[in-house]
């Protein structure tokens, strides 16, 4: 089966001009290439994608809608959140103040102590990883523990490997 046929390159490179975005100005330079006899395997290891992808896109292409609109992905809004507006706005509020505000007897928040105050404030799981992004969502950063030489060196005489305790550091507002 033979691509883009009907469509001349200088539609492709004048739908180049138009478009926003890397993926659709990808996609029309991919089918430049390829009508300038590039083959498909080609441009699969030029884009590091799968020689399929590149199928795709160029199918993609023969369509009687606008080039523009051929090349762009359709909006796809993921997800329902967990939390409601309302409750991400009341945990952003808690987690800047100290645990101790909030009824939990810890020095700091962490992602752990994120996802044992959602279930039992929200009912709702979130896995550690998630929590980790609602901390940065809710404007913390994690800061690094900072440690002096003597704690630096006590510390390397302690321990061996690499299971050293990393949760003395903490979430801070940015």
Request: proline share 6%; hydrophobic share 30%.
């Given at each position: 089966?033979d691509?883009?046929d009907?469509?001349?390159?200088?539609?492709?490179?004048?739908?180049?001009d138009?478009v926003?975005?890397?993926?659709?100005?990808?996609?029309?330079?991919?089918a430049?290439?390829?009508?300038n006899g590039?083959?498909?395997?080609?441009?699969?290891?030029?884009?590091?994608?799968?020689?399929?992808t590149?199928?795709?896109?160029?199918k993609?292409?023969d369509?009687d809608e606008?080039?523009?609109?051929?090349?762009?992905?359709?909006?796809?809004?993921?997800?329902?959140?967990?939390?409601s507006?309302?409750?991400?706005?009341?945990?952003?509020?808690?987690?800047?103040?100290?645990?101790?505000?909030?009824g939990?007897?810890?020095?700091?928040?962490?992602?752990?102590?994120?996802?044992?105050?959602?279930?039992?404030?929200?009912?709702?799981?979130?896995?550690?990883?998630?929590?980790?992004?609602l901390?940065?969502?809710a404007?913390?950063?994690?800061?690094?523990?900072?440690?002096?030489?003597?704690?630096?060196?006590?510390?390397?005489?302690?321990?061996?490997?690499?299971?050293?305790?990393?949760?003395?550091g903490?979430w801070?507002?940015?």
């Amino acid at each position: 089966m033979d691509h883009l046929d009907e469509i001349s390159v200088e539609e492709l490179q004048e739908a180049l001009d138009n478009v926003e975005g890397k993926k659709p100005a990808q996609r029309l330079l991919a089918a430049i290439a390829y009508k300038n006899g590039v083959t498909q395997t080609e441009l699969a290891e030029w884009h590091d994608v799968q020689r399929r992808t590149i199928y795709s896109w160029l199918k993609r292409l023969d369509t009687d809608e606008p080039l523009e609109q051929a090349v762009t992905d359709a909006h796809r809004p993921g997800r329902k959140r967990k939390l409601s507006e309302k409750q991400q706005r009341e945990f952003e509020r808690t987690v800047h103040e100290p645990p101790r505000d909030a009824g939990i007897d810890a020095p700091a928040w962490t992602p752990a102590l994120v996802q044992q105050y959602l279930e039992d404030t929200y009912d709702v799981h979130y896995s550690i990883p998630s929590c980790r992004r609602l901390l940065k969502e809710a404007g913390l950063r994690y800061q690094k523990p900072r440690h002096t030489a003597t704690e630096a060196a006590s510390d390397e005489q302690a321990e061996s490997g690499d299971d050293r305790d990393r949760s003395d550091g903490r979430w801070v507002p940015e």
